[in-house]
C-alpha cells in the first residue's frame, strides 16, 4: 500500500512541477514616477542621459499609458539604454511621426545578438517587438529620419536561479519517483 501512495505522490507532484512558475519576472516601465527631465538611472536602467522624460500633452508623441513617455536627448543614431542584469528585452510602445522608421539592436557584452523589425509610428501608439527570446544587456534604438517617444518598455529579468520553493518541490518529486521506483526494482528481484 505505502508503494501505491508514493507512485499516486509522483503522479501528482511531476505535473505540479512542470506547472510552477519560473523565477522569471516581468517588468513594464511607465516613466508615470520618474522626475521630468534627463534620465540617468531609473527603474534599474542606465538611460545614460540620452533619454528625456515629460509629460505634456502633444500629439503624435501620445503615451501609451498615463501621461509620461521618453524621448531621445541625443540626436544621433543610435540611442542606447543599458539594464543592470541580463533580461529579455520584449520590446517598447513608440509614437510619433511616421517617418521615424524605428527599429532594436539588442546586445549582450558588447556583441550584438538581434535586431527587431521596423516600425512606422503614428499618434495611436504601436508595440515594436524585439522579436528575440535570449537576454540582453544593451537596447539602441534607431529612428532614420523623425521623431518619436518611446513609452512601456518590457522586458523579463532572466530566471537563471529558480526559487527555492521551486528547488525543493522538484527535489521533493524526484525523490518520491526515485524511491518508487526503488521499491519496484525489490519486488521483482523477490518473485524472481
Known amino acids: 500500500m505505502p508503494q501505491n501512495r508514493l507512485a499516486f505522490l509522483a503522479t501528482v507532484l511531476m505535473p ?47 503615451a501609451k499609458s ?43 557584452d558588447g556583441l550584438q545578438v538581434a535586431t527587431s523589425g521596423f516600425l512606422l509610428p503614428s499618434d495611436n501608439p504601436t508595440f515594436l517587438s524585439s522579436g528575440f527570446s535570449g537576454v540582453v544587456d544593451e537596447v539602441r534604438v534607431f529612428a532614420e529620419g523623425g521623431y518619436y517617444v518611446m513609452d512601456d518598455v518590457t522586458f523579463s529579468s532572466s530566471g537563471a536561479v529558480p526559487e527555492p520553493a521551486t528547488w525543493a518541490l522538484m527535489i521533493l518529486g524526484f525523490g518520491a519517483v526515485g524511491y518508487s521506483m526503488r521499491r519496484r526494482q525489490k519486488a521483482a528481484v523477490r518473485f524472481a
Open 66 to 108: 498615463g501621461k509620461n513617455r521618453v524621448f531621445s536627448a541625443n540626436y544621433t543614431n543610435p540611442t542606447a539604454f543599458f539594464f543592470n542584469q541580463d533580461v529579455t528585452f520584449e520590446g517598447a510602445w513608440f509614437s510619433g511621426y511616421d517617418e521615424a522608421n524605428v527599429s532594436f539592436q539588442l546586445f549582450r
Open 16 to 62: 505540479a512541477i512542470a506547472v510552477v512558475p519560473s523565477s522569471a519576472s516581468a517588468a513594464v516601465i511607465t516613466f508615470e514616477d520618474a522626475a521630468e527631465g534627463n534620465l540617468g538611472t531609473y527603474a534599474g536602467v542606465n538611460w545614460n542621459q540620452q533619454w528625456t522624460n515629460y509629460s505634456d500633452i502633444q500629439s503624435p508623441y501620445n
